[in-house]
């Protein structure tokens, strides 16, 4: 009877001999790893998505443990990743360039044309979630290039190597100044 350190190693080593009929093509581990990346790479699909869209794909579960445990495809999944938001940034232009089905010819309730058109606005904020949508994700896969950019305002007052006690000293002189400033308005006022 085997022990169980050569039942784990045969299951290993079916592990690894293990292939995925996808489109037609037996796959080997790596093979499947690198069609993974190629469909991603210029699709939208998410992994979820793409997994679920072919037949023979391993469970999604089998594919985020590679991803933990081998750095050259997680390496190479974070690299299409961000060819990715590419393509996505290009598939909202066809988005909101696509017009189709905004407005529908307008029919009286027996189904007869009335010569009009009416406004689909259903379609319209469908179009706006999904380009809203891909912005996010956009954003998330790179954060520098499409991600927001806030800004913060300072005066172009320089204060070098200054501490805090010497900025707090600083103001207090100043509204001592002012407040002799005007001390001295109004002693002035009251000689007039």
């Known amino acids: 009877m085997p022990d169980e350190q050569t039942e784990k190693k045969q299951v290993r080593a079916y592990n690894s001999s293990k292939t995925w009929r996808i489109e037609g093509i037996d796959r080997n581990r790596a093979q499947v790893k690198e069609w993974i990346c190629n469909t991603l790479e210029y699709s939208s ?56 089905n905004d407005y529908m010819e307008d029919k009286s309730k027996n189904g007869e044309e009335t010569g009009g058109y009416k406004f689909m606005g259903e379609h319209v904020q469908r179009s ?34 200054r501490s805090l006690q010497d900025l707090r000293q600083m103001a207090a002189d ?12 109004e002693m002035d006022s009251d000689v007039d």
């Open 45 to 100: 699909y998410s992994l979820r998505g793409m997994l679920l869209s072919f037949e023979g794909t391993p469970k999604r579960e089998l594919v985020v443990g590679w991803l933990k445990k081998d750095d050259d495809f997680a390496a190479n999944y974070a690299r299409v990743r961000t060819t990715m938001a590419d393509y996505l940034a290009e598939e909202i232009l066809d988005i909101v360039d696509d017009s189709t």
């Open 128 to 161: 706006k979630l999904r380009v809203d949508t891909r912005k996010w994700l956009m954003a998330k896969a790179m954060p520098k290039k499409y991600g927001e950019v806030i800004k913060l305002e300072v005066d172009n007052i320089a204060y070098g190597e």
């Open 174 to 185: 100043y509204v001592q100044l002012k407040g002799q400033q005007r001390k001295k308005i």
